[in-house]
């Protein structure tokens, strides 16, 4: 099979460029690029250093801070190259390793977010309990189920993905290696790919997505419950930054992976695909440094 050489190449089309130069979108995206690390990196560093931070929900975003800069890292410098230097094509094995990791990573994300949502529901409906239900070694156990969950998902969907067939058209209009532009060009029968696939995000997106909406339906019926204003204010306060965070995470991913590959839409979903490679890994940390005042003090 063709597909199954290392001489294949297939040809990346960010926003139409077809092995041009785009000096802007270059810098553009090495800009949300560099802001990524280095505000994750921060992040990191302030939740390892200060002993303030030592709890449940800190560990969880630490971990959270380490995926965005992983999975930014599969997919941008690739990005970058291709804005700078033109060159857009990428071997077979190097696309599919890039979709491997970006999968996994992406997949250990929301995971982690899921978990997350069941700390804070945890700490607000539960709190007697919560420090016997969020021991040290509970959080760890979530955290290496959350990267085992999103690597082997990640590895069957992979393999899955590369018994599709490609003949003459190896154009990819996607800024990465992703499953969706692949069986828009694949040659063959794609039929039990695509409801593999489907049947996979429905488990693996959907289900986790309820469950946060469910815990999260708890937390606030718990909270109007609360006769205090200044109480409800406070409670629902420690949960706003995780809630803003899975709005824009599952807003450009539902956009991303729910649009319809029709040609008019096409820069259209790429540009949702670079709100969800570049700008959701950087505003994260953002994000939790502006509405969090345990972080605001850990920075002073």
Not at 123 to 136: D, F, N, T
Not at 196 to 215: A, H, K, N
């Given at each position: 099979m063709a597909n199954q050489t290392s001489d294949f190449?297939?040809?990346l089309l960010p926003f139409g460029?077809?092995?041009?130069?785009?000096?802007?979108l270059f810098f553009i995206f090495f800009l949300c690029y560099v802001i990524c690390l280095i505000w994750n990196a921060v992040i990191i560093l302030l939740i390892y250093t200060d002993s303030h931070l030592q709890i449940p929900m800190y560990f969880f975003l630490r971990n959270l801070s380490l995926v965005d800069i992983c999975y930014s890292s599969v997919t941008?410098?690739?990005?970058?190259?291709?804005?700078?230097?033109?060159?857009?094509?990428?071997?077979?094995n190097h696309c599919f390793v890039q979709f491997y990791f970006f999968t996994a990573l992406a997949c250990t994300e929301i995971f982690l977010l899921t978990v997350m949502a069941y700390d804070r529901y945890i700490?607000?409906?539960?709190?007697?309990?919560?420090?016997?239900?969020?021991?040290?070694k509970t959080c760890n156990l979530f955290v290496v189920v959350s990267w085992a969950s999103g690597c082997s998902n990640s590895l069957f969907v992979t393999i899955v993905?590369?018994?599709?067939?490609?003949c003459n058209s190896k154009v990819i209009y996607q800024l990465y290696c992703d499953i969706k532009p692949m069986l828009k060009i694949s040659?063959?029968?794609t039929m039990t790919t695509e409801v593999?696939?489907?049947?996979?995000?429905?488990?693996?997106?959907?289900?986790?997505?309820?469950?946060?909406?469910?815990?999260y339906s708890k937390i606030i019926s718990n909270v109007l419950r609360l006769k205090s204003k200044g109480k409800r204010r406070k409670t629902f306060s420690t949960c706003t930054s995780h809630l803003t965070i899975i709005i824009i995470f599952y807003g450009t991913?539902?956009?991303?992976?729910?649009?319809?590959?029709?040609?008019?839409?096409?820069?259209?979903?790429?540009?949702?695909?670079?709100?969800?490679?570049?700008?959701v890994p950087s505003l994260n940390p953002l994000i939790y440094s502006l509405r969090n005042n345990e972080i605001k003090t850990a920075f002073k």
């Open positions: 190449y297939f040809y460029i077809d092995g041009g130069e785009n000096i802007i941008v410098p690739k990005l970058l190259d291709i804005f700078l230097s033109g060159d857009n094509s990428i071997s077979f700490a607000v409906c539960k709190s007697l309990h919560y420090p016997l239900l969020m021991k040290q993905a590369s018994k599709i067939p490609f040659c063959g029968n593999t696939v489907y049947l996979e995000t429905f488990f693996m997106g959907f289900c986790p997505f309820l469950c946060i909406m469910l815990s991913l539902f956009f991303v992976y729910t649009m319809p590959s029709v040609a008019h839409l096409k820069t259209v979903e790429q540009i949702f695909s670079s709100l969800f490679l570049a700008a």
